[in-house]
């Protein structure tokens, strides 16, 4: 098998274990990663349960439809991390439960979204953006990406879910679950008062397992 053939395998495995553990329901959520020659990307309405290898939507490097089914709806949003942050080999849009909650909460900081409660999301994760919400499907989604200049590998879209970048798709997968479990123990620990990782924890960790 070739190298996209074997992505796309990939992609279905993954896909499958987030949508059996909940991670994605019904026909929720979006998953993109990069090839040689393009992009492929979940068809729009597919659940990330039951994908097609042979349907996966293949797009070329200006975006233009290659093969497969109708692309996501989501694809601007997808794009445009592509285009500001040169590392991203795949991201992730889930509608995943804690994380949701936690974008649909009005009091919190826009700019370092998920405190660093734990290492790992520190490691896999990093600071985490909300971004303002526009409808899914709609096109500013991506302006509102490329304003931020690649500086931030996961955001939150407002009262709608997370989106997470890695450098291939495990890592972006295995980041996409780090952030829910996190907002799971956020929306746990909320009225607690809370020990986060200092200053210091964090450099070391950036140190020490390099920050993405
Ligand atoms: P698509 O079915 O078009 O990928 O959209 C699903 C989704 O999660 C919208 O935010």
Same mark, same amino acid.
């Given at each position: 098998?070739?190298?996209?053939?074997?992505?796309?395998?990939?992609?279905?495995?993954?896909?499958?274990?987030?949508?059996?553990?909940?991670?994605?329901?019904?026909?929720?959520?979006?998953?993109?990663?990069?090839v040689?020659d393009g992009l492929?990307?979940?068809?729009?309405?597919?659940?990330?349960?039951?994908?097609?290898?042979?349907?996966?939507?293949k797009l070329d490097g200006?975006?233009?439809?290659v093969?497969?089914?109708?692309?996501?709806?989501?694809?601007?949003? &997808?794009?445009?991390?592509?285009?500001? @942050?040169?590392?991203?080999? /795949? +991201?992730?849009?889930?509608?995943?439960?804690?994380? #949701? *909650?936690?974008?649909?909460?009005?009091?919190?900081?826009?700019?370092?979204?998920?405190?660093?409660?734990?290492?790992?999301?520190?490691?896999?994760?990093?600071?985490?953006?909300?971004?303002?919400?526009?409808?899914?499907?709609?096109?500013?989604?991506?302006?509102?990406?490329?304003?931020?200049?690649?500086?931030?590998?996961?955001?939150?879209?407002?009262? &709608?879910?997370?989106?997470?970048?890695? @450098?291939?798709?495990?890592? /972006? +997968?295995?980041?996409?679950?780090?952030?829910?479990? #996190? *907002?799971?123990?956020?929306?746990?620990?909320?009225?607690?008062?809370?020990?986060?990782?200092?200053?210091?924890?964090?450099?070391?960790?950036?140190?020490?397992?390099?920050?993405?």
């Amino acid at each position: 098998m070739n190298m996209e053939g074997a992505l796309r395998e990939q992609m279905v495995q993954l896909s499958k274990s987030l949508f059996d553990r909940g991670f994605s329901v019904g026909s929720a959520g979006n998953i993109s990663a990069a090839v040689e020659d393009g992009l492929l990307i979940t068809p729009t309405n597919s659940c990330l349960g039951f994908l097609d290898p042979a349907r996966i939507t293949k797009l070329d490097g200006n975006g233009n439809h290659v093969s497969g089914d109708k692309p996501s709806k989501e694809i601007f949003l &997808h794009r445009a991390f592509y285009e500001t @942050r040169p590392q991203t080999g /795949a +991201v992730v849009h889930l509608h995943s439960t804690f994380a #949701t *909650a936690l974008s649909c909460l009005s009091d919190t900081d826009a700019d370092d979204f998920i405190p660093p409660l734990t290492p790992y999301v520190v490691m896999r994760v990093g600071p985490v953006k909300l971004v303002p919400y526009v409808r899914p499907g709609d096109e500013r989604a991506g302006d509102l990406i490329r304003e931020l200049e690649g500086r931030y590998a996961a955001v939150l879209l407002a009262n &709608h879910g997370p989106v997470v970048t890695g @450098r291939d798709l495990a890592s /972006a +997968v295995y980041a996409a679950e780090e952030l829910e479990e #996190t *907002a799971k123990l956020l929306v746990l620990l909320r009225n607690s008062p809370k020990r986060m990782l200092t200053a210091e924890n964090v450099d070391e960790l950036r140190a020490v397992f390099g920050a993405y």
